[in-house]
């Protein structure tokens, strides 16, 4: 999924779905209310119907609107305009991604971000927008037989439309990122201890540091652990066929070398943990 960033007229924009807000007593954000001029009056004829009402999270679907480039329309409700903090943006996110991937668009805009979240800006919206996205888009089917009927989420690129394009592009980048990252790590965790052993675990840390110039990786190995002592750790691998791995991970991103550094230690488990 490639994530962009769009400008123009909402109306204009040829798209397999534009994803608009609406507000608690059926009230239209900015860029609906652009829509519905454009569109004659679409939306608001369509909430006098009494499907959405704007309570957060709720969506409806319009297909092929008249007057518009694009195929579908997606409203997602806000909730109350001036309570919407942090929390309710992330359930908006969440329920447009679940309602935007169960269907068949290859293409989506949206103009959430232009909604007045008064304790966040557009940079982090764009954000828990992409990771809902990548939430809702995970499938771990390495393991599955074939199903033509499980057919993986078709979107394959998503906008956001705001005025200033070049200032959010990093930001986008830094999101899939972080997208890709979450789900190498659920790959990792979904896999059975058979195949996810720890030198298949370390191996995938070798690979990443082949991927990247900024990470190195190094694999301690159980003779160069038992000449440093660690013997809690080897004494718990002794209960597996599979040797012990520790791995050490360096990144060094720009400016690294001016500041100090920050050390994650974490566990990896590849079989049971023995209570």
């Known amino acids: 999924?490639?994530?962009?960033?769009?400008?123009?007229?909402?109306?204009?924009?040829?798209?397999?779905?534009?994803?608009?807000?609406?507000?608690?007593?059926?009230?239209?954000?900015?860029?609906?209310?652009?829509?519905?001029?454009?569109?004659g009056g679409l939306l608001k004829a369509t909430l006098k119907g009494g499907d959405l009402n704007g309570a957060t999270g709720q969506t409806l679907m319009l297909t092929v609107p008249q007057g518009l480039a694009c195929k579908r329309l997606l409203l997602v409700g806000c909730g109350k305009k001036k309570e919407l903090n942090?929390?309710?943006?992330?359930k908006i996110a969440q329920a447009a991604a679940k309602a935007l991937l169960a269907t068949r668009a290859t293409s989506a805009v949206t103009s959430l971000l232009d909604l007045p979240l008064q304790d966040r800006d557009q940079h982090w919206m764009a954000s828990q927008l992409i990771e809902a996205l990548g939430h809702a888009a995970y499938r771990f089917n390495q393991l599955k037989t074939t199903n033509k009927d499980d057919k993986?989420?078709?979107?394959?690129?998503?906008?956001?439309?705001?005025?200033?394009?070049?200032?959010?592009?990093?930001?986008?980048?830094?999101?899939?990122?972080?997208?890709?990252?979450?789900?190498?790590?659920?790959?990792?965790?979904?896999?059975?201890?058979?195949?996810?052993?720890?030198?298949?675990?370390a191996g995938q840390a070798e690979q990443l540091a082949k991927q990247f110039k900024s990470i190195h990786t190094?694999?301690?190995?159980?003779?160069?652990?038992?000449?440093?002592?660690?013997?809690?750790?080897?004494?718990?691998?002794?209960?597996?066929?599979q040797p012990a791995k520790l791995i050490v991970m360096e990144y060094k991103g720009p400016g690294s070398q001016k500041k100090k550094p920050l050390v994650l230690v974490g566990k990896g488990l590849t079989f049971d943990a023995g209570g």
């Open 1 to 39: 999924m490639q994530f962009h960033t769009t400008n123009g007229a909402l109306a204009s924009l040829a798209t397999d779905c534009l994803i608009l807000g609406v507000f608690e007593g059926k009230k239209l954000d900015a860029g609906a209310h652009d829509i519905d001029e454009a569109s």
């Open 86 to 90: 942090a929390r309710g943006f992330r």
């Open 152 to 201: 993986p989420p078709a979107l394959k690129q998503f906008s956001f439309h705001v005025v200033d394009e070049a200032a959010l592009k990093p930001t986008l980048a830094q999101a899939a990122a972080i997208n890709a990252g979450i789900a190498l790590c659920k790959d990792l965790a979904n896999l059975p201890g058979n195949i996810c052993t720890p030198t298949y675990l």
């Open 218 to 241: 190094t694999v301690l190995e159980e003779k160069e652990m038992e000449k440093l002592g660690m013997g809690a750790l080897l004494s718990v691998s002794r209960g597996s066929r």
